[in-house]
């Protein structure tokens, strides 16, 4: 096994789960929880800490989205769950500038000769994942697209709401993988979900 993600650590069975197609019924079920989700009072400093960190880059993410045509909270918010912020990291995966990616998606970005700069290393990532104007941005696209870039198997193989978008709301208590491969029932995710990250955008008018 790799060096530990510097956030949550999703199993390679949830970033290879095979895909699940945006359809009505799960666009309503994304704006219904979305609608719903609150945070859970003890994590309230930790939410609030974590979007000024996103609005404090602000400009540079909106760079990025601009020239590819993504919303700038989308590969913000991306940043904040695969690398806790850090410019010196890959957006697949956190793994270092220094080299490409040598876990899942393992080998990107596939041009270039590290090191790279971190905009190098986001566009590839944001293309693997065919994200641009073209996209469904709406807010049950863009939390469908937050779940695709992680991957599908808590919702799959588990029956419950991704930490990766709703840790620290009511919509999550517990169950996450704890290493590639390794599911525990019990471990808790400590990371901020994306959707609960979206949602304190939202309400202060930044997305």
Not at 25 to 49: G, I, K, M, N, W
Not at 87 to 106: E, K
Not at 177 to 204: F, H, I, N, P
Request: charged share 15%.
């Amino acid at each position: 096994m790799g060096l530990p993600r510097l956030g949550d650590n999703p199993s390679l069975e949830v970033r290879t789960m095979a895909t699940v197609p945006l359809t009505p019924a799960l666009a309503a079920e994304y704006a219904s929880l979305f609608d719903a989700c609150t945070v859970q009072p003890r994590h309230a400093a930790q939410v609030t800490a974590a979007v000024r960190g996103l609005l404090q880059h602000r400009d540079r993410y909106a760079a990025l989205g601009s020239d590819l045509g993504i919303p700038w909270h989308f590969p913000a918010i991306l940043h904040t769950m695969e690398c806790s912020g850090r410019f010196d990291r890959h957006l697949h995966n956190g793994d270092p500038l220094t080299a490409r990616t040598s876990r899942v998606p393992s080998g990107r970005p596939g041009q270039g000769q590290p090191p790279f700069t971190w905009e190098q290393s986001a566009a590839d990532a944001l293309a693997m994942k065919k994200l641009g104007p073209g996209t469904d941005w709406s807010l049950p696209g863009t939390l469908y697209q937050f779940e695709r870039y992680n991957g599908f198997g808590y919702r799959l193989q588990h029956g419950i709401h991704s930490p990766y978008l709703w840790s620290f709301s009511n919509h999550y208590t517990g169950g996450k993988y704890v290493a590639d491969g390794t599911w525990s029932a019990t471990a808790v995710s400590k990371q901020c979900g994306a959707a609960v990250l979206l949602k304190e955008l939202m309400a202060r008018g930044e997305a």
